[in-house]
């Protein structure tokens, strides 16, 4: 090793610590240029700082002229205007430079010229006069699509250039939004509620129950980890190991196929305490969004109603209702019983038969021949026989495939219950309500979307309409299933009610669970439980109610028998949420590198093919490729 000399020492010493002065006195400031080879950001220059000298660096937006250009970072636009005689000879260079080049830039803020400011940029009073512009790289010179506000890009050439539409305004928006609802719901939590942050595996063993998971295969023959759909028994085992205030924001995995504005992969704000209840866990989700909620957007007020599980899907025919219109379903089974229409007619009891209804109001002023043809197209994907359209014209005048079978008194009775005015339309179903339900809850929402569609004023778009659904039925008969067979309506780990602990043993079809959903504008946003804590009945649940082999649970049986508190806990769909706030229709649009719907990365080109001699270490082969690499 070469002996350095003393003189040199003290030169290095006297650097280092130059170094560390200027890096002290930046840290002294904060903001988005701490620590950087800018002075300001290209969002934050105002009238204030005229005639000081700044640095800028981003990227070339366009063009005007030839000794003008617009600058943009992640913060805003700035213009800069190019001086022959302060540039010197690179003027030529720059002046060739394409759209998206990266460069920096130091010079002056000065007002532009009078008439020449631009209202619509925050920074459209001034302008900085460079005196030195250095290129730090330059773009090539045809982009897939320009990065402009304006401009309209398929979505699939947006997620294959995911690394430019970052660029855009409206990414850039929402994924800073993302960063700070997440920076505050962690303060939240840790700073004033005292939760511990715990990271949990994301190699893990098949859990019972729930979506398909992804497979992860490894050296072991015929062994394979599986990606967790959450981290429910690791938080769990949290609680037992008296972690008793747990919070993350876990990644998690879900393989459910091509299913429309899902992602194979997905964000959950996950949370468990110990020595808690139902009413606890919602106080604390409620003030969590409240701390954490965007001050551009209306407040949100406290606590939020709440709804049974059977009120929602009698009202709204779904357990996630959109509350922000009316519309809601109406029993009418009465007043069209003896109606004289063949298709409200049954001979099945009272319990299994039906005629339910909702009203658009004034929905003649907007829906047209076409509306209702597709409507009703519609209606019979989703069951037999579809729906039937009531239009009020008049008290007398009723518009409908049924009107000459409809009796007076029937009619009458109907408009009554229903409250009818002319210019109104009614959309009726009979059959069986479960059946009803599912199907004027779907209606409900296509004919709001339709309205809305064509000019309509539905719904409350001025404000954010929160809504707990709890005292769901703890089992469902299992789809495509044999009688009698049940699954989880929620997961196998979710505790009953105190009141059907003991019908849990012998009904089980019967029992309600502690389980509830938070729904935000329709859309569930978060689910969660009191968890069973006893280790008898989770293995009763598993092995008795669900045919699951308890044996693959037993780390968790155990763990419940080793002195488990009374727990519970929830998880926020984070993607989802930030959807909502930003204003977006799907959760592509606030995760930085998503998806398609069949689970495709169209940007790197995963999955890709693996060919059988790479797979022979794990012991798998497969027909697609013979080939080796």
């Known amino acids: ?320 209702p959109d509350t922000r219109f009316d519309m809601k379903l109406q029993d009418v089974t009465r007043e069209l019983k003896d109606s004289g229409v063949a298709v409200f007619s049954s001979t099945e009891g009272n319990d299994a038969f039906v005629i339910k209804a909702f009203k658009c109001s004034k929905g003649m002023d907007f829906l047209k021949r076409k509306d209702y043809e597709d409507l009703q197209k519609e209606a019979v994907k989703l069951k037999d026989g579809g729906v039937t359209f009531i239009q009020i014209k008049d008290t007398d005048s009723w518009k409908s495939s049924i009107s000459k079978h409809l009796r007076s008194e029937a009619r009458e009775n109907l408009g009554k219950a229903m409250k009818v005015n002319p210019g109104d339309v009614l959309c009726l179903a009979a059959g069986k309500p479960d059946s009803v339900n599912s199907l004027l809850g779907q209606m409900r929402l296509a004919c709001a979307n339709r309205l809305e569609a064509n000019g309509a004023s539905v719904r409350d778009h001025g404000s954010f309409h929160f809504l707990w659904v709890e005292d769901f039925p703890l089992f469902l008969p299992k789809e495509d299933g044999q009688d009698g067979e049940l699954e989880s309506s929620h997961h196998p780990f979710t505790a009953p009610v105190d009141e059907h602990k003991e019908l849990i043993m012998t009904q089980p079809s019967q029992v309600h669970g502690q389980h509830y959903d938070l729904v935000l504008d329709g859309s569930e946003i978060a689910g969660g439980s009191i968890r069973i804590h006893d280790a008898k009945l989770q293995k009763h649940v598993l092995q008795n109610i669900l045919n699951e082999d308890a044996s693959s649970m037993q780390h968790l049986l155990e763990a419940l028998e080793s002195g488990c508190p009374p727990h519970g806990g929830i998880a926020i769909g984070f993607d989802r949420l930030i959807a909502i706030l930003a204003g977006e229709p799907s959760i592509r649009e606030v995760i930085a590198f998503p998806k398609t719907i069949d689970g495709n990365d169209l940007m790197s080109g995963a999955p890709s093919l693996l060919y059988n001699d790479e797979l022979a270490v794990y012991h798998i082969r497969h027909d697609i490729c013979d080939a080796t690499k």
């Open 1 to 320: 090793m070469e002996k350095i000399c003393g003189a040199c020492r003290v030169l290095i010493r006297n650097q280092l610590a130059s170094s560390y002065v200027r890096a002290v006195i930046r840290s002294q400031h904060s903001g988005p240029s701490t620590f950087s080879l800018r002075t300001h950001s290209c969002g934050e220059l105002r009238t204030s700082h005229v005639g000081k000298e700044v640095t800028l660096c981003g990227w070339i937006q366009h063009r005007r002229y030839d000794f003008m250009l617009t600058l943009r970072d992640s913060f805003g636009t700035t213009q800069v205007v190019l001086k022959e005689q302060k540039i010197g000879k690179d003027v030529d260079n720059i002046r060739n430079l394409s759209a998206e080049s990266v460069v920096m830039v130091t010079g002056k803020v000065q007002l532009r010229p009078d008439g020449l400011a631009n209202k619509k940029m925050s920074t459209g009073d001034i302008e900085v006069v460079a005196d030195q512009f250095e290129i730090l790289n330059n773009s090539k010179e045809s982009l897939p699509f320009e990065i402009h506000d304006f401009s309209k890009v398929k979505e699939s050439t947006r997620m294959l250039y995911r690394y430019l539409d970052l660029r855009s305004t409206r990414m850039q928006h929402n994924m800073r939004l993302r960063s700070d609802v997440a920076m505050k719901m962690r303060h939240f939590l840790w700073k004033l509620h005292g939760f511990v942050e715990v990271e949990t595996p994301t190699l893990f063993r098949r859990t019972p129950g729930g979506a398909r998971e992804y497979l992860v295969p490894t050296r072991q023959p015929g062994k394979f980890y599986t990606l967790p759909q959450s981290p429910q028994q690791f938080k769990q085992l949290l609680m037992v190991g008296a972690i008793d205030r747990y919070f993350q924001i876990a990644r998690c995995y879900r393989d459910e196929g091509s299913r429309s504005d899902r992602q194979p992969e997905f964000t959950q704000v996950d949370i468990e305490m110990s020595f808690i209840n139902k009413e606890g866990i919602q106080a604390l989700i409620e003030e969590l969004l409240q701390y954490a909620w965007p001050d551009n957007l209306p407040s949100i007020h406290l606590p939020f109603p709440r709804m049974t599980y059977a009120q929602a899907m009698d009202q709204f025919g779904t357990d996630k």
